[in-house]
């Protein structure tokens, strides 16, 4: 390797260090307040019952579910938008309306208003996520993506660790004709409308808006970056909506569908199931809340590093949704023993959770650009709506059979068929990443 070369080699890796501290961080904090704001409805719950007679598990899990319907209509035009015309004004637009509604949830009184709010949250949130996975594209290349979109995403578990013992302490602000509800919604959401403000200032759409970079490491940067969208376009051609009906991209989205099914259908029942089967307080509850996310970031972290490692994709999605699967079958077995049933839930966690990034490294291996930015949305819309299914699914079983089980044993199944259609599809082997 010639002198130049060697500095190029070095300017592309302070690039890369310095786009992971300057914007991963920030990244990471948005999304811990989006997907708090989205699932400390189950939180909520434990309290909101009392004070709402109206609120049933039917009415929680179908309204619940109700987000996700709502998240499809912005999550592919969010994606093109960032592809297109940058993050900033996407995330701004979205984290401040989410915030809003979501403050606007503490003032709900019947059935209609909890399904509306929850839907117009979900609409709000939609462009989120699948812009921040585009977004990542613009400054990492594939080496990095695994890793990248690690950091990102742990942010869902790291969220359910920090915000049961949060949200937990402002069930009790009973103050100024609020109840600590209805405080909890309204405390989670100034944040996320302050923090949307900011991100006009603070992140760069691309390489070349960087103000903490040298020319010599923008340089470098972009140039890596236009040589591998080179690479994958001169092997893939394809239009948005031929890549939106491309057979493997409706299998993945098939595949994300039954995933998500399982991860809310979990997460947002498990609060409950551990005080209904254990009869424990609340305090308790929420220590117990912090033990199956700190398993999933752990699960993340590893995944996503020994995924860019190792080059390979597919068997870091498989794995972990097996192990998933197994375990979330085996929790209704574990009922009368509280350290068996923590133990499968903490596993059935990590596995739910670890197969993502290895996941989302999978459609930039199919398409590339717009085709990719689009694909990715689409995956996430229809993906997302198996938020809808297992929440209401949980409910509504719960509501006609008295038990949890058989919801628990349809979401182990939704795990197996996503781990399946990954593993045959032929995308994510060692020498495709």
């Avoid at 006609?400 to 089980?405: E, F, I, N, Q």
């Amino acid at each position: 390797m010639s002198a130049t070369d060697g500095m190029a080699s070095s300017a592309l890796d302070r690039a890369r260090s310095k786009a992971f501290w300057h914007l991963l961080p920030l990244c990471f904090f948005c999304y811990v307040l989006s997907y708090v704001d989205r699932t400390n409805i189950s939180i909520a719950k434990l309290t909101m019952k009392g004070d709402l007679p109206w609120f049933t598990d039917k009415v929680f899990g179908d309204g619940s579910g109700l987000f996700f319907p709502g998240y499809v209509v912005l999550a592919i035009p969010g994606a093109l938008i960032v592809e297109r015309w940058g993050a900033r004004k996407l995330i701004t637009g979205s984290m401040v309306c989410w915030g809003i509604v979501a403050g606007a949830m503490a003032f709900i009184s019947s059935p209609l208003q909890f399904y509306v709010f929850r839907f117009l949250l979900g609409v709000a949130e939609a462009g989120f996520f699948p812009g921040m996975i585009v977004f990542l594209t613009h400054w990492f290349p594939t080496r990095d993506r695994a890793r990248a979109t690690a950091t990102l995403i742990i942010a869902t578990p790291f969220s359910q660790i920090v915000s049961p013992k949060l949200s937990g302490a402002m069930l009790h602000m009973d103050m100024l004709g609020l109840k600590g509800w209805q405080w909890m919604f309204i405390n989670w959401a100034v944040p996320a409308v302050v923090l949307g403000a900011l991100i006009l200032l603070l992140l760069p759409d691309r390489p070349s808006e960087a103000r903490w970079l040298t020319a010599e490491e923008r340089d470098a940067l972009e140039q890596e970056l236009a040589r591998e969208r080179l690479a994958r376009a001169g092997k893939q051609k394809m239009k948005v909506l031929e890549a939106l009906t491309h057979p493997k991209v409706l299998l993945l989205a098939l595949a994300y569908f039954l995933a998500v099914s399982a991860n809310y259908g979990l997460e947002f029942f498990l609060p409950t199931m551990l005080k209904d089967w254990y009869k424990l307080p609340l305090d308790t509850i929420t220590w117990l809340l912090m033990l199956p996310p700190a398993a999933a970031l752990t699960g993340q972290l590893f995944a996503g590093w020994h995924s860019d490692l190792r080059k390979e994709r597919r068997l870091h999605t498989v794995v972990p949704l097996l192990i998933g699967a197994v375990t979330l079958v085996l929790v209704s077995r574990t009922q009368g023993a509280l350290a068996l049933t923590m133990a499968c839930f903490v596993l059935a966690a990590a596995g739910i959770k670890s197969y993502q990034p290895s996941f989302w490294a999978l459609p930039p291996l199919l398409l590339s650009e717009a085709a990719a930015a689009g694909s990715i949305g689409f995956i996430n819309a229809i993906g997302n709506l198996g938020g809808a299914f297992g929440s209401s699914m949980m409910g509504r079983v719960r509501t006609a059979t008295g038990s949890y089980g058989g919801g628990l044993t349809v979401l182990s199944v939704a795990m197996l068929a996503s781990a399946a259609i990954i593993f045959f599809i032929g995308l994510g082997k060692r020498t495709e990443s």
